[in-house]
């Protein structure tokens, strides 16, 4: 059984990266336990001069989080190029750890554009050295991440890599 602890980088509602998600909770075996974590957009902002003994609780609450989970996974928009602040925030909360330390982490990011904050965030995760693989890295850009109210994309090219992306995660 994998633990699977899930980060999304838009609180929106109806967000689509949150319903990617979803998606993949639906559809993983029940074989595995897959928990989308919200609290990130309550997180205080980060800042270097603070020693893990002094972190605000929440924050020791989800390092922990992190480090009961066997795989973590990230689907998010793309913000002015860039990855979204709640969620480098809440990356950087953990450049003082080595939570993530070949840990599995796979993400998605699901934007207009979106090639800037996937660049982006491969960058800041390899800071705190993951185990990152390519099949657990996906770029939904454009008119290709568009899909119907709660239905399938309108790509048939897009609902296979949501589906890849879903066996990647079954065998990692």
Known sequence: MTRFLALCGSKRKN??????????????????????YDEIYDF??????????????IIKEYIAKLDNSDHIVIATPEYIRGVPATLKNAIE?????????KK???????????DACYDNLITFLKFLNPKLHE???????GGKRLRDENGPFFY??????????VQHLEQN
């Open 15 to 36: 967000s689509l990266n949150k319903k990617l998600l979803i998606d993949i909770e639906q559809n993983l075996s029940d074989e595995h336990t897959f928990e989308i």
């Open 44 to 57: 205080p902002l980060f800042h270097s001069g603070i020693e893990y003994e002094d972190y605000p609780k």
């Open 93 to 101: 909360w953990l450049l003082a750890s080595n939570i993530l330390y």
């Open 104 to 114: 599995p982490v796979s993400f998605i990011v699901s934007s207009a554009h979106g």
């Open 135 to 141: 099949d657990g890295m996906l770029l939904l850009s």
């Open 156 to 165: 048939t090219e897009t609902n296979n890599k949501l589906q890849n992306f």
